[in-house]
């Protein structure tokens, strides 16, 4: 029923910065809990960042913490990810989802993701 769309990857060079947006319809954000997840090629989906339905709560993997920081518009339905000082092993295509278990259970069918590929 809710259909997302990320958005906002490409290619950086290592210490460079990207914001990724994960844009959402079909019903609101209201009491949903969401998050960030990553895919490298070869390998399995990771858990990147959360962010609860409230303001302020949030998780990050510890690959990511003090580098990304998560954020989201309920007005607009719309999740961000800002990603600075990113390294080459932060390559991978990003995946935003619902989140079933808090932090990093997620369920359901996932999209094309948007890839973000860092260069060193």
């Known amino acids: 029923q809710v259909q997302l769309v990320e958005s906002g990857g490409g290619l950086v060079q290592a210490g460079g910065s990207l914001r990724l947006s994960c844009a959402a319809s079909?019903?609101?954000?209201?009491?949903?809990?969401m998050g960030w997840f990553r895919q490298a090629p070869g390998k399995e989906r990771e858990f990147v960042a959360a962010?609860?339905?409230?303001?302020?709560?949030?998780s990050y993997a510890d690959s990511v913490k003090g580098r990304f920081t998560i954020s989201r518009d309920n007005t607009k339905n719309t999740m961000y990810l800002q990603m600075n000082s990113l390294k080459p092993e932060d390559t991978a295509v990003y995946y935003c989802?619902?989140?079933?278990?808090?932090?990093?259970?997620?369920?359901?069918?996932w999209g094309q993701g948007t890839q973000v590929t860092v260069s060193s």
């Open positions: 962010a609860a339905w409230f303001a302020g709560m949030t």
């Open positions: 989802a619902k989140l079933t278990t808090w932090p990093d259970g997620s369920e359901g069918s």
């Open positions: 079909g019903r609101t954000f209201s009491k949903i809990n």
